[in-house]
């Protein structure tokens, strides 16, 4: 059974730090998906890692993908306070599976 | 492209009563996924349908149901509404490949009473 498991789940940080939110999952996969949620709101998709070694970056955030050690790093660049959200990372093995989510990050980024 | 549309936005039943949900994915995704997701959790998995069969499915009992049409819309059919039912259920499309991803609806908030 694949898990995925997050942390820290809770995350408070000041504006203008770095900090980096981890992501473990159990089985082999060469597919992860990061998402933000906003309260109340859907799943927002953040990016598509697709290969082992895979590096994206999309403004303050920065998503990168280990395969070998079923890892996923999404790092957080000088915050700022709408960056707060619930960051949630999640798995697929082959498309047959379903998606397993980790059970998110609360991030809340303080001045 | 139009994104993955769900209805209603919100919902009040009673314990006991019946509800559909419904979904439209986005533009050539083949792939319909419901989860459902309780207040402060991540996402859980309910069912997926491909080209209109179930093809595969989570640990939620028998009175959760769903189909895929033709055009590869789909509905989420919960019998029997218990209180923990309550939660936001949400619909993701994909293509086959999932090479993008899995783009997600704005959800249904289900609240049982």
């Known amino acids: 059974e694949l898990k995925v498991e997050q942390n820290p789940l809770f995350l408070s940080m000041q504006e203008g730090k770095n900090y980096t939110i981890y992501c473990n999952y159990s089985?082999?996969?060469?597919?992860l998906y990061w998402y933000r949620q906003d309260p109340g709101k859907s799943l927002e998709s953040l990016f598509v890692?697709?290969?082992?070694?895979a590096v994206k970056q999309e403004g303050r955030l920065m998503a990168s993908l280990d395969t070998k050690a079923r890892l996923s790093t999404l790092h957080i660049t000088a915050a700022v306070h709408d960056l707060s959200a619930t960051y949630f990372c999640?798995?697929?093995?082959?498309?047959?599976?379903?998606?397993?989510f980790g059970k998110g990050t609360r991030l809340s980024v303080i001045a | 492209e139009t994104g993955v549309t769900q209805s209603p936005t919100h919902l009040i039943k009673t314990r006991g009563q019946q509800v559909t949900l419904r979904c439209s994915s986005q533009?050539?995704?083949?792939?319909v996924s419901w989860y459902q997701q309780a207040l402060g959790q991540g996402p859980q998995f309910i069912f997926q349908?491909?080209?209109?069969?179930?093809?595969g499915r989570g640990n939620f009992p028998p009175r959760f149901s769903g189909l895929q049409f033709p055009n590869y819309s789909s509905e989420l059919n919960v019998n029997a509404l218990e209180l923990d039912d309550s939660a936001l259920y949400l619909c993701?499309?994909?293509?086959?490949?999932?090479?993008?991803?899995?783009?997600f609806g704005s959800g249904t908030r289900l609240t049982v009473v």
């Open positions: 533009s050539g995704h083949n792939t």
């Open positions: 993701a499309s994909s293509p086959r490949d999932r090479v993008r991803g899995y783009t």
């Open positions: 999640a798995v697929d093995d082959s498309g047959n599976t379903p998606l397993v």
């Open positions: 089985t082999t996969s060469d597919r």
């Open positions: 349908y491909y080209r209109e069969e179930e093809n």
């Open positions: 890692l697709l290969s082992n070694g």
